[in-house]
């Protein structure tokens, strides 16, 4: 059972930054997991945000972020970033940690559903104020 905690929001401004962690109770660098960043604003439906392979590094981000947002992994560290740059109002959301241990016919990692996602962390909140 993978634990995943998640850490870094907090308040920001219209175009400033913040950057979210999320650390692995277990080692997943070498082990062919896919993890993702989701948010959920109130009264929407949570959202996939950006998607990792772990192994490969590839990377998608939904439109509304790219070019603001970058996702990363330090193996070693067993942690995921996301570094969230430009950031605007609608951005406001809790933002979840998400992990799973890849299955090749599921297709590409980047592109999974959210239902195959097994492990999720407990949420962090980033409020941007304009």
């Known amino acids: 059972l993978v634990q995943l905690v998640e850490s870094g929001g907090g308040s920001a401004q219209s175009g400033g930054s913040l950057r979210l962690s999320c650390v692995a109770s277990?080692?997943?660098?070498?082990?062919?997991?896919?993890m993702a960043w989701f948010r959920q604003a109130p009264g929407t439906e949570r959202e996939d945000v950006a998607s990792?392979?772990?192994?490969?590094?590839?990377?998608r981000y939904v439109d509304s972020v790219k070019g603001r947002f970058t996702m990363s992994r330090d193996k070693a560290k067993n942690t995921l970033y996301l570094q969230m740059n430009s950031l605007k109002p609608e951005d406001t959301a809790t933002y979840f940690c998400?992990?799973?241990?890849?299955?090749?016919?599921?297709?590409?990692?980047?592109?999974?559903?959210?239902?195959?996602?097994?492990?999720w962390g407990q949420g962090t909140q980033v409020t941007v104020s304009s």
């Open positions: 998400a992990a799973v241990r890849y299955q090749m016919s599921w297709g590409p990692c980047v592109t999974l559903p959210q239902y195959r996602y097994a492990y």
């Open positions: 277990e080692y997943i660098g070498g082990s062919g997991y896919c």
């Open positions: 990792i392979s772990i192994a490969s590094g590839n990377v």
